[in-house]
């Protein structure tokens, strides 16, 4: 085999590991050598190296050559990793199209094809003219090819291709993740292919993927919805990181933070308040959707919902108005800026127009505490409208909830003039003489 491979392209590969070793000795010898920032550093110096490299996976057929195919694919992975010479190369010797067309031929091998990933995650770090050549390449019938690698092996080949990339997203690596976790089933698995088994708590990889999910369900929120085993599966997530977080220290950042169960808690957070959205479950009663919500809630949703909100401390508006010094207050502060609002969304969304939502928070004393949620807040931008959205759907249609409110406001526990930007304000009733709210029609 080797004396078929033409000088000029074995010839630099042998000179670049100053040997006259076989094939074998000298592709080892480049991983090596090309594992370090000075060994990729000088190997680029070598402009023929890479070229070279190309071309060998251009001229080995496969099967038969498989195993020099990956040992070449690994050197070729180790040479672009941080060299941005030799990712320069790459594109300039039409790399997308070499490396396109030998997963094309090894599709089904979950080796060849991860170590083809990894030389493509490597290739586009932080380059827009990389990212757009392999996006060109491969969209959208190779990245839908690799897709349905969804076994085993194909969820093994996407978590490391994501440990690869860091936290860098990518149109491809999204796309996968759209296609496997969203419209597919595979969500529970992949997560759980990115844990670190030496240590139980969550990784980097968790809060990046779970990051990927949450854009592209806020994204896609009136064409898709997530499946029923990875809303419930999300939901333990929200829950196990709440149990592991102690809620003594806070981000003053938005998501993402870098706390990886900071993270891991905001984005699952967000993704089942996304998953929420939309009308009544007898609007919703033909739709996957409607069927998420309704599994939530029967999961304790609305439950762990009010336990976390009662856990903070109050709004700042509330703080000030009651004097209290940022270190009186029994509460805890939000583990990142926005955390409240997005609890309050999540609420708000699932009580729109679901009466047994409203009736249960009712029954959980839980409608002053969302009237509470109706003031603007330092650490939580949005939080006056989403907690007035909020409270309008759990007041619509609901005589026993504005009852409650209309007998709070009555007594002075609570002043709610952002009542009337609802619609709403009370009066007395002249039959029973207790108060109710009535639509504002001044």
Known sequence: MEASIPEQVIQPLLLASDSSHSLDECLQFLIEA?????????LASKADILPSILALLQ????????????????VLRNLCAGETRNQEAFVDHNGSLVISELLDSAIGDAETVRFGLQVLANVVVMGENRQRDVWLRFFPERFLAIAKLSSDDGLNIIAETMRAVGSVEYYWLKLLVSRLCVEG????GLFSKLANHK???????????????????????KEVSIPKDTAHFVLGLLSQSVQVFDFASAETSELPTGSAVIDVMGYSLVVIRDACAGGSIEEL???????NVDMLLSSGL???LLDLLRKLEPPTTIKKALKQSPTSSSGKPCPYRGFRRDIVAAIGNCSYRRKEVQDEIRERDGLFLMLQQCVTDDENPFLREWGLWCVRNLLEGNEENQKVVAELEMQGSVDVPQLREIGLRVEIDPLTSRPKLVNDTT
């Open 34 to 42: 090309s594992k370090t920032d000075s060994g990729r550093s000088d």
């Open 59 to 74: 001229l080995l057929p496969y099967p038969s050559s498989r195993h020099h195919l990956n040992l070449s694919l690994k």
């Open 185 to 188: 089933d595979c969500f529970p």
């Open 199 to 221: 240590d139980s708590t969550f990784t980097s990889e968790h809060a990046f993927l779970l990051s990927m999910v949450s854009d592209i369900v806020n994204e896609r929120l």
């Open 285 to 291: 009663k033909n739709d996957s959707g409607g069927g």
């Open 302 to 304: 609305i439950e762990l």
